[in-house]
């Protein structure tokens, strides 16, 4: 990962992408090694005022800075319905994030949220 101010400071829990730098990926199956992401969601990101606990502190260091992708992993899973029968939900997105401070981090993710992307990480097709 690039030494990029931009990848290592946290964000606000309010965090705006830059249209120049960042794209926005629909959802998590999207993820490919060697891009630097940060979540969308502002609902799961912390503030610096909530971290009274140690799962609030390890929850901002997680959410609340861009990290690098190094492997991604997509896997379906399977809820039951009313009937009992056994339907498709939506899948789990599981990877290997690298911080700017070098830490290593697995992460799980519903496929359904939303990541900033910065756009010279992207792979080109």
Known sequence: MSDNDAQSVFVDKDFVMN???????FDGTMLKPGMVVLLESSLMKGSP?????????????????WCEVLRVEV????DRDENDRVVSSSPLVSFMARYPDGTLAKRTYDASFAWYVKKFSIPKE
């Open 75 to 78: 896997r379906r899973r399977f």
């Open 49 to 65: 005022s909530d971290l009274d606990s140690p799962w609030s502190k390890n929850h901002y260091l997680e959410n609340n800075r």
């Open 19 to 25: 249209p120049e730098d960042d794209d926005l990926l």
